[in-house]
């Protein structure tokens, strides 16, 4: 499979929100429910914060939302806090117990 | 606390192998399928092997770019989930991540990796 495409980096002030998008095909992101976003500080493992293209884990700010339309999913950060920079990837499932995941996007927070 | 551990990477020669190990604590390991993957440096996460439970048939899959040289499988009497890598190359240097795959909740199928390892690194290199 191919990767997701992501903006390579995107950055707001403080307070600002952010979107990030992410886009997929027909068979991954298109067509199935099944999108998730993970974050990563450098040096540390990617951590689950939307699944199921809208769905929050506990202990997730509300700050964090997604969304979908047709091939693209969006992570939209709100508020938009120091401790928010980090990469972030999406991921879909692709079919057949795979998984495909995005280049991933640099969040500054100016 | 649920948390897994990789172990095993280190420097290795183009053409040898290597044997990852992921150990999991704090959740009933045989009840949910693994994945391994790798992070090249400034790259996002690769998706490489799924491996389904014991009770689900223990059903694998692979990533094309390494069908045929890396195997998974798993030790549930160990908590344990591995990845056999051989004919390594040198694009195969990334750090090694596993990660547990939910697939249901509650009542409703679901595909989203939860928690992470912290990883670790391999090197192919002469």
Redesign the interface.
């Known amino acids: 499979?191919s990767?997701l495409t992501?903006p390579r980096s995107v950055s707001g002030s403080p307070g600002q929100s952010v979107t990030i998008s992410c886009t997929g095909t027909s068979n991954d992101v298109g067509v199935?429910k099944?999108v998730?976003w993970?974050q990563q500080h450098p040096g540390?493992?990617?951590?689950?914060i939307i699944?199921?293209v809208t769905k929050r884990?506990s202990g997730v700010p509300g700050r964090f939302s997604g969304s979908k339309s047709g091939n693209t999913a969006s992570l939209t950060i709100s508020g938009l806090q120091a401790e928010d920079e980090a990469y972030y990837?999406c991921?879909s499932?692709a079919g057949?117990?795979?998984?495909?995941?995005?280049?991933?996007t640099k969040l500054t927070v100016l | 606390e649920v948390q897994l551990v990789e172990s095993g990477g280190g420097l290795v020669k183009p053409g040898r192998s290597l044997r990852l190990s992921c150990t999991a604590s704090g959740f009933s390991f045989g009840d949910y399928?693994m994945?391994w993957?790798r992070q090249a440096p400034g790259?996002?996460?690769?998706?490489l092997s799924?491996i389904?439970s014991n009770g689900h048939g223990g059903?694998t899959?692979y990533?094309a770019s390494v069908k045929g040289r890396f195997t998974i499988s798993r030790d549930d009497s160990k908590n344990n989930v591995y990845l056999q890598m051989n004919s390594l190359k040198t694009e195969d240097t990334a750090v090694y991540?596993c990660?547990r795959l939910?697939m249901v909740q509650g009542v409703f199928r679901?595909?989203?990796?939860?928690?992470?390892?912290?990883?670790t690194l391999v090197t192919v290199s002469s």
């Open positions: 499979q990767a992501q199935y099944y998730s993970y540390k493992a990617p951590k689950l699944y199921d884990p990837y991921a499932y057949s117990y795979t998984s495909v995941f995005g280049g991933g | 399928a994945n993957f790259k996002g996460p690769e998706w799924f389904r059903t899959e990533a991540y990660a939910i679901t595909w989203f990796f939860d928690p992470w390892g912290q990883g």
